[in-house]
């Protein structure tokens, strides 16, 4: 019997820059969006960083918190991509 593992998936850039600026547009911390989206701030903070590949329900949860439905996240996210 084989274990068949999946790499890990490298953190979205883009998402990262998307969700730091739609934040600061805005005009709130971290911990602020952080709390209304129910993450810590370090989970958060590493999500903003692009050091690590947050869940579905987790951008759900941010998009929520930035008050933006998931089409305009992934609009911006798109936008934003080199």
Do not use: Y
Not at 25 to 42: K, M, S, Y
Not at 53 to 63: D, E, K, L, S, Y
Request: glycine share 4%; aromatic share 4%; proline share 4%.
């Amino acid at each position: 019997m084989f274990l068949i593992m999946s790499a890990p998936t490298k953190a979205d850039a883009a998402l990262a820059a998307t969700v730091r600026r739609l934040r600061t547009e805005r005009g709130e911390t971290q911990e602020d969006l952080a709390h209304r989206a129910g993450l810590t701030v370090a989970a958060f903070a590493r999500i903003e960083r692009g050091h690590a590949n947050p869940t579905w329900t987790t951008v759900r949860r941010i998009a929520d918190a930035l008050e933006v439905t998931l089409a305009r996240l992934g609009e911006d996210v798109e936008r934003s991509r080199p």
